[in-house]
């Protein structure tokens, strides 16, 4: 009797911590799930201000979002972030958060062109427009990057191949 006892009681504590477990795992998951989702609800967020011409309440929002476990969800709140400080006039943070986004995303061809315009903002037109054309030579038709070569080529009178690059961003 006694053994038998013990055997229910064993097999009872082992269902209790194969439920433990489980309930641990499924909580882990949903904190993983809610950290994403919050993420990309923070950067839904930013995109909205930054729309809306609300430049500082962008800037919090991306910040938010930035630690991202999803690379392309990290990638753009960092590009938002630097475009809404690039918008507040905060030139030297702009180019410090792209500058660090280059590290954790390298070779993203958003990132690599809104750091062209972080670089642009202070002063460093030659690295600007390097970024630009190595941009532009993994994908011609980059918006950001084509922007930003009109206004390499405009600064240097070249105004007609300015227009086009213009027009097609």
Partial sequence: ????????????????????????????????????????????????????????????????ALGAVEPALSARAGAGLVMALLRTGDFQEAFEVSSGLGHRHPGDPTLSAV??????????????EALYEAVLSVDARHPRARHGRARSLAARNRLADALTDAQEA
């Fill in 1 to 64: 009797q006694r053994e038998r006892t013990r055997r229910v009681m064993k097999r009872a504590l082992l269902m209790v911590g194969a439920i433990v477990a489980l309930s641990a795992a499924s909580v882990a998951l949903w904190a993983q799930a809610s950290v994403v989702t919050s993420a990309d609800v923070q950067v839904q967020l930013g995109d909205l201000f930054f729309a809306d011409g609300r430049y500082v309440e962008a800037q919090d929002a991306y910040r938010r």
């Fill in 115 to 128: 750091r062209g315009d972080a670089l642009w903002s202070n002063g460093r037109f030659e690295e600007a």
